[in-house]
């Protein structure tokens, strides 16, 4: 009996010790570093992207979904303006909002590069999730880029594919 005692309390010990994770997903950058007031830029052309993302593919049937790290990167392709990110909305396979990761103006500077990181455990979106993206740039500027780059690593195999957004307006 003694020794089922001491099996207990160490299991309990272990699992008691765990901490949830908090999901990057949610705010991995502070989006308010990057806020700008454009509203007296009226010259700048708008647009619109979407861009498919995937937390999930199906894998041997569609009984069984593998789960994937999403990583979406928004990058300014010019080399000589700033452009402005208006919102980035993400969006899950039936077209819920899922979050914003902001709906307020903010800036890429020339030829910079920032992401949002949808963790391998955040499958919330499921396996037909997408973002909308909403963008200003000066006239005469290259448009930017939105890409998705999913992957996941099991054992010594590893999975990886990309995503290009197509402009919608």
Known sequence: MNKYYILFTLILSLTSCTQKKELSSINPENWTKRAINISIKDSLEYGKSYLSIYSQIYSL???????LTAMVSL???SDKDSIYILSAKYYDTHGKTIRTYFDYP???APMETTEIIIDEIDVTGGTGS?????????KNSSEPLFEGIMTST???QGLSFTTHAKRIE
């Open 61 to 67: 049937s569609q009984h069984k979904k593998h789960n």
């Open 75 to 77: 990058r300014n392709t």
């Open 106 to 108: 903010i800036y890429l």
């Open 130 to 138: 997408n973002f909308l993206f909403e963008w200003k740039l000066p």
């Open 154 to 156: 099991m054992g010594q």
